[in-house]
Every structure is written in structure tokens, then in C-alpha cells.
């Protein structure tokens, strides 16, 4: 009886934290009536620590999705479709060193180009091309651009974890 509730309250803790992303999700969709928001479901990672892609299933069906298209969760910009076949597609995830995204800083509107970092242990990213005078702290909030039109305008990328001066350019 006792392993039997052990379970059943497994079970329900993770009814109730789907339910607390869902909720998210729902709040996110409803904050950014602009985008055109379809839900779909990671079903695989690559494993290798040179590629950062996903698959996702697409719950909405067949054709919604095209290469270049952004992929969003409610904590902001997860990558971009590269690949679709049927209802499922890969997705070139923001850490990925092929990834590169114009973006500004939230708080003074510095631009600058997120890197995936390529850090075999780390899900981590680098801000380049910032002017030498642009103010940059740990913790300001990074949002695509909108330029080029790839990604919606404001979406949030990141927050700034790190400040490192280069001394050349």
C-alpha cells in the first residue's frame, strides 16, 4: 500500500507541474496576441555536445512549421526551425555555435549578435559586436531586435551573466 501512494503521488506531482507549464504557456500566448503561437512537444535531444538541436512533435499537425520560423517557450527565444518533415522539426537551439541572433539590451537598446558558446557542459551563449561605450551589466535582459525579420521584435533571449572587456576592437 505504501509503495502503491509513493506512486500515485509521484504521478500527481507531475500532473501538477504540466499543468503549472501549461498555465505558462497559456499566459504567454495571451501576453503576445501578435505572435501566432502553435504548441508542440520535445520529443528528443541530441546528445552530442557539438550540435544543440531538438525535435519537436507538432501537436497542432502537419504543415505549420517552416525553416527559419522562431520557436518562443514562455521563458523567451528558444531557436529557430531548420528542418521539417510531416508533424515533427528540428530546432537549432539560440546555444548553438551556428546560432547567431541580432538582439539589444532591454534596459539602454545597445545592440549586439548572441553566439551559442559551444561549451560542451554549459547551455551557454556570448554577446559580440557591442560598441566599446556601450553600458552592459550582469543581470540586464537581452530581446531580439526585429531587424532582418527572422524573429518578432522583444522577445526575450537571455540575461546577462558575465561582463568581460576586450581590450582590441
Keep these: 500500500e505504501l509503495a502503491r501512494l509513493e506512486e500515485e503521488r509521484i504521478r500527481l506531482l507531475g500532473v501538477m507541474q504540466e499543468n503549472a507549464r501549461l498555465r505558462a504557456m497559456v499566459g504567454f500566448a495571451e501576453a503576445n496576441p501578435q505572435l501566432q503561437l502553435?504548441?508542440?512537444r520535445v520529443?528528443?535531444?541530441?546528445?552530442s555536445p557539438y550540435f544543440r538541436v531538438l525535435r519537436l512533435r507538432l501537436d497542432a499537425g502537419e504543415g505549420i512549421?517552416?525553416?527559419n520560423m522562431p520557436v518562443?517557450?514562455?521563458s523567451g527565444l528558444v531557436g529557430q526551425v531548420i528542418s521539417v518533415a510531416g508533424d515533427?522539426?528540428?530546432v537549432l537551439l539560440t546555444v548553438d555555435t551556428d546560432s547567431r541572433i541580432d538582439i539589444l539590451v532591454q534596459r539602454n537598446r545597445a545592440r549586439g549578435v548572441l553566439e551559442g558558446d559551444g561549451r560542451d557542459d554549459e547551455y551557454r551563449a556570448r554577446v559580440s559586436y557591442l560598441l566599446e561605450g556601450d553600458d552592459v551589466a550582469v543581470g540586464d535582459v537581452l530581446v531580439t531586435s526585429g531587424y532582418g525579420g527572422r524573429f518578432p521584435r522583444e522577445?526575450?533571449?537571455?540575461r546577462?551573466?558575465?561582463?568581460?572587456?576586450?581590450?582590441a576592437g
Design 155 to 158: 522577445i526575450v533571449v537571455g
Design 38 to 40: 502553435r504548441p508542440a
Design 88 to 90: 515533427y522539426c528540428d
Design 43 to 47: 520529443i528528443a535531444k541530441n546528445i
Design 72 to 74: 518562443v517557450a514562455p
Design 65 to 67: 512549421a517552416r525553416p
Design 160 to 167: 546577462i551573466t558575465e561582463v568581460e572587456a576586450r581590450r
